[in-house]
């Protein structure tokens, strides 16, 4: 719609500030300096210009001439040609847009999303979505940007950015979900990706994913409904094993996803406070340690598990055992049938709580018994074949 190529826009612009609050004499130097601007083609002298004036408007002015405002300056960035240039000009403009994230929060994401739009270049688009990121946070309109986020994968590929910035995106992702506690799930598994980024890199690197490790462990743990994780043989998680501050942590992540609840009970006596320190509810750890406990019972014991197991395993009533099955079963962990006349629960399937080195040993030995199998079948279909051929006398093709 304006052509600051030719310095068009900057008319509407001046009338813009005259309007508000900026002196005649300030207006007028404004003006100026922006034509001398346009005059040498200082493009990024220009943005930054506008957008510190923009800046100095925008509470007193309505959404439409902000946003018209914006326009113009977005605008501007088709007019510089190297890659540089670009970047440092979408640097110029995101950074003041993000600014004020109390002033129009939801316009100032929709200006983000259009400069987004207005780019080509990879690396620019990538900053301007950090900064989409940054504003969704501090402007509390987390929704708006959360419905990107399933894309993270195809804009990762479109950016190709390296691996730090990548777990910078996950990173920051991780705590837009935060914001939302019926999203705490979907941030926990953006934290895991940021995590399993890091391999076994030297201490220093990996000492940096420290905290958001814990945090992980911590988010696991309080989730209700998640009772799997790949945490515990990550670099990132396992270096904790060894921190003399966090090593609790990790011993009770590693509870959770291995051990059962007799061995929960005595982590707890023995660290007293550790729940509080962690925000952790004992009624809820025990209550998931309990499913946990019983999802490693039907695992155990080939299909089957006696009521009495469940009650000494689980510490509850006789009365209480049909009632955690049920649990379990609501919580899609075992599929199940209780036959009360012999007192027996019968597992027809029940999930892996951590698909770690003995699920992989175990899928890899199927895997070989599979391999096996369908050698055999091939060596029978190619027996009878050769039976076939040598009885009709004719040469056939075969798929070897
Ligand atoms: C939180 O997330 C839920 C589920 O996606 C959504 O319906 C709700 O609007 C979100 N709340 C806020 C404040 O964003
Ligand atoms: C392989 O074949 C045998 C006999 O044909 C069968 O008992 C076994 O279950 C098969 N193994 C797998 C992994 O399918």
Redesign the pocket.
């Known amino acids: 719609m304006l052509v600051p190529r030719n310095g068009g826009g900057i008319e509407q612009f001046s009338v813009l500030i005259t309007m508000t609050i900026v002196s005649e004499p300030q207006v007028s130097r404004l003006c100026r300096e922006a034509e001398e601007s346009i005059r040498d083609c200082r493009w990024l002298d220009l943005a930054t210009l506008m957008v510190t004036s923009a800046d100095l408007v925008s509470t007193k002015i309505s959404e439409k001439d902000l946003e018209c405002t914006y326009t113009i300056i977005c605008s501007l960035v088709k007019n510089v040609k190297t890659p540089e240039e670009v970047l440092e000009m979408v640097k110029a403009i995101a950074s003041k847009v993000v600014q004020q994230p109390d002033d129009k929060a939801s316009l100032r994401l929709k200006i983000l999303f259009n400069l987004y739009n207005l780019l080509d270049h990879p690396n620019a688009r990538f900053q301007v979505y950090m900064k989409a990121l940054e504003l969704a946070v501090n402007g509390k309109i ?2 708006y940007i ?1 419905p990107s986020f399933k894309k993270i994968d195809s804009f990762l590929k479109e950016w190709s950015i390296d691996i730090k910035d990548q777990r910078e995106v996950f990173l920051a992702i991780g705590k837009v979900l935060r ?5 705490a799930e979907e941030s926990l598994q953006f934290v895991t990706k940021y995590l399993a980024t890091f391999s076994n890199e030297d201490a220093q690197v990996l000492s940096e994913a420290k905290e958001e490790a814990v945090r992980a462990i911590i988010e696991f743990l309080k989730a209700p409904s998640i009772f799997q994780c790949d945490l515990l043989d990550m670099p990132a998680v396992a270096q904790l094993e060894k921190d003399p501050n966090n090593a609790p942590v990790y011993q009770l992540l590693k509870i959770f996803l291995t051990q059962r609840l007799d061995a929960y009970m005595e982590f707890q006596n023995a660290n007293s406070g550790f729940l509080q320190t962690y925000g952790l509810v004992e009624e809820d750890c025990v209550a998931k340690m309990r499913l946990l406990s019983l999802v490693d019972l039907a695992s155990d014991e080939s299909g089957k598990i006696s009521y009495a197991s469940i009650k000494n395993t689980l510490q509850v009533n006789e009365e209480e055992v049909e009632l955690w099955v049920v649990k379990a079963i609501t919580a899609k962990l075992v599929d199940c049938k209780m036959d009360q006349m012999n007192q027996v629960v019968i597992v027809s399937r029940c999930a892996e709580r951590d698909f770690g080195q003995k699920q992989w040993q175990s899928l890899r030995t199927k895997l070989a018994a599979w391999r096996d199998n369908i050698t055999n079948v091939i060596n029978t279909i190619q027996a009878n074949k050769v039976t076939e051929e040598a009885s009709s006398g004719t040469q056939g093709l075969t798929v070897r």
């Open positions: 987390t929704e959360v914001e939302n506690k019926s999203l």
